[in-house]
């Protein structure tokens, strides 16, 4: 394991969404904030730029975990970049499509 990454954010950079969904089970928080990244615009960016770098199609593994574990999917990294803004970036459908059905129901909860 990494030194420099949390564990959490160290199974978000290697896409291991089988130890991410652990963590969180275990009691850590879905929202951890490392290296100006939450847990969820941390996966939304490696998620966009494993394809870009490989030109394999878009995953949405980890956001989705993450999602389910109850990350805020309107949390704003440190430098202000929402999870929505990462995935606009990249062209993330699949995870634009996840955040919105999170917010729009967290929306409904509190109507």
């Known amino acids: 394991m990494s030194e420099y990454w949390t564990p959490a954010h160290h199974a978000v950079e290697h896409e291991d969404a089988e130890t991410l969904a652990r963590l969180p089970a275990d009691g850590s928080d879905p929202d951890e904030v490392f290296s100006n990244m939450t847990l969820l615009t ?64 967290r929306a409904a909860d509190n109507g």
Request: hydrophobic share 40%; no cysteine.
């Open 42 to 105: 941390h996966a939304i960016d490696v998620e966009g730029d494993s394809s870009l770098q490989s030109g394999r199609p878009l995953t949405v593994h980890t956001t989705a975990v993450l999602l389910a574990f109850g990350a805020d999917p309107e949390l704003a990294d440190p430098d202000g970049h929402t999870p929505m803004d990462l995935a606009d970036h990249y062209g993330h459908a699949l995870a634009v499509e996840l955040l919105r059905a999170h917010i729009n129901g």
